[in-house]
């Protein structure tokens, strides 16, 4: 059982930077693949970015790579995303996500779920 609570959200303008952070419980933080989804009122949750159990891998979605970098901290049990460059349609609501399996883009391949933090980007 992993619970996982993200921090970090809030109010920028355009061009702006924030960085998220996801804390996660349990002694298993190591041994799953995280993530970073979002998602926009009236729209589906879409994939952001995904780390590997061991951070040595990422991949990201084509509107966020190069703006956006996901990190983690194992030994801090914390998930991070650094946002930068940031653009009105960034705005959403920010979860972090957990499963076994790494780097997929999926939504039903996490089964544990952060409650969200919102990001507005002001123009």
């Known amino acids: 059982q992993v619970q996982l609570v993200e921090s970090g959200g809030g109010l920028v303008q355009a061009g702006g930077s924030l960085r998220l952070s996801c804390a996660a419980s349990g002694r298993t933080f190591s041994t799953y693949g995280m993530a970073w989804f979002r998602q926009a009122p009236g729209k589906e949750r879409e994939f952001v970015a995904a780390?590997?159990?061991?951070?040595?891998?990422?991949t990201y979605a084509a509107s966020v790579k190069g703006r956006f970098t996901i990190s983690r901290d194992n030994a801090k049990n914390t998930e991070y995303l650094q946002m930068n460059s940031l653009k009105p349609e960034d705005t959403a609501v920010y979860y972090c996500?957990?499963?076994?399996?790494?780097?997929?883009?999926?939504?039903?391949?996490?089964?544990?779920w952060g409650q969200g933090t919102q990001v507005t980007v002001s123009s």
């Open positions: 996500a957990a499963g076994s399996l790494e780097l997929r883009v999926e939504v039903s391949n996490y089964y544990y």
């Open positions: 780390i590997n159990w061991s951070g040595s891998s990422t």
